[in-house]
């Protein structure tokens, strides 16, 4: 019998772990995402050993005791128990090396870190041939994600980017739809996050990367998926909104908001199309954590989504909210344990996990299998185009051209 393969988690924040400051977040992650479903995994036996890797070790005893306090103590045998890096007692930025010496080829690294840190982590992880899944941008650069893709193709092994909307039953069922709408034409998403995650954020946000990055990145990748083998985008103009998060109490040099107007071509017609990308981080505090939404119109028929509102409320004496468990479902079953497994996000992180035991195990022919399937390095080129072409446009406040080779695919821009 196969053993499953161990993880390493890099990064210890808010989504991982759901702690922010030494403080539970306030936000609707109380209990993060990323161990909790690894911990899960574990109890099914897809994954076998969890470590977790930061900067700050001094930080491990307080997630420990927030894992056995808000995770194990309230779901039934859930092992909560990680190896982590650095120790208890030491601060080491290139920890994650140590950590990534431990694992073994075909291993599993979850990468889940500020966005200028991706890149060599996930390139140190590619060279000990361990699978990697990294969260939204994968790289901030197109050049880097190419140097990515040419790298996990040496060594046969499975990259992909967490972009858990792609497993949204909804968003998946508007894919499918708009394959039969004819040629693109338009596209609107926009997504926010309340001004208070900006103070979560004070560490990155407006140094390692911005609010399209972070944001905007989402219903890109949705597009560019809902376009693959149809479309390609051929130029990006940026716009941004500022003076919020400049100024007190927040204080941080970034946009406020970011906008990407993006023409498209249609592949066969060579008709064009319109797509408007919109992320903001200065929302007010609503009843949820994240608004965000999308309208995309083709020639034959359209579809809207309203993705933070299901129709499902919660009231109590501390607040009223819209509430989403088709994303996480964090209550337990009548029996006690863990039942969130249907959830999109955990989705994004369990069918990664199983893809890798299938090639770790031959089952399919290499990590290319998943193209159509995951986001994987290979399939998501045209996403981190687009973003960057975002950012260069912002900075030169010009309009930024893709430039595609022979195949088809980006490699630059003018």
Known sequence: MNIPPSALIVGTGEYVSGVVNLEQSTSDKKIGVVALVLFDLKRRGLISNISLVGTDGTKFPHIREHFKQNIAAVYKDMDVSFNS???????????????????????????????DLHFNVAKEAIDRKLHVLVTKPIVKTLSDHITLAQLAQKMNVLVSIEVHKRWDPMYVDAKQRVSNFGDFSYFYSYMSQPKQQLVTFKSWAGKSSDISYYLNSHHVDFHCWTMQGRGRPLSVTAHAASGVASAEP???????????????????????????????????????????????????????????HRGYYCGTDESYSSINPIYMKYTPDAEGYFSGQNGYGYKAIEEFVVASSKIRDKRVNGP????????TVWSTTVSTAILEAGRRSIDNQSTVHIEYNSEGLPIGFK
């Open 250 to 308: 927040i204080s941080i040099n970034t946009e406020d908001t970011i906008t990407l107007s993006v023409q498209w071509e249609n592949d066969k017609s060579k008709n064009t199309g319109t797509a408007i990308y919109t992320a903001s981080w200065i929302a007010p505090k609503s009843d949820v954590h994240s608004q965000q939404r999308f309208h995309y119109m083709g020639h034959k028929g359209e579809v809207q989504i309203d993705q933070a």
């Open 368 to 375: 290319q299998h998943f193209n159509n399937t995951l986001a």
């Open 85 to 115: 890096f650095p120790s208890d007692t030491t601060k080491d930025p290139k920890a994650y090396l140590t950590a990534l010496d431990t694992l073994k080829e075909g291993d599993l690294v979850f990468v889940f870190i500020p966005d």
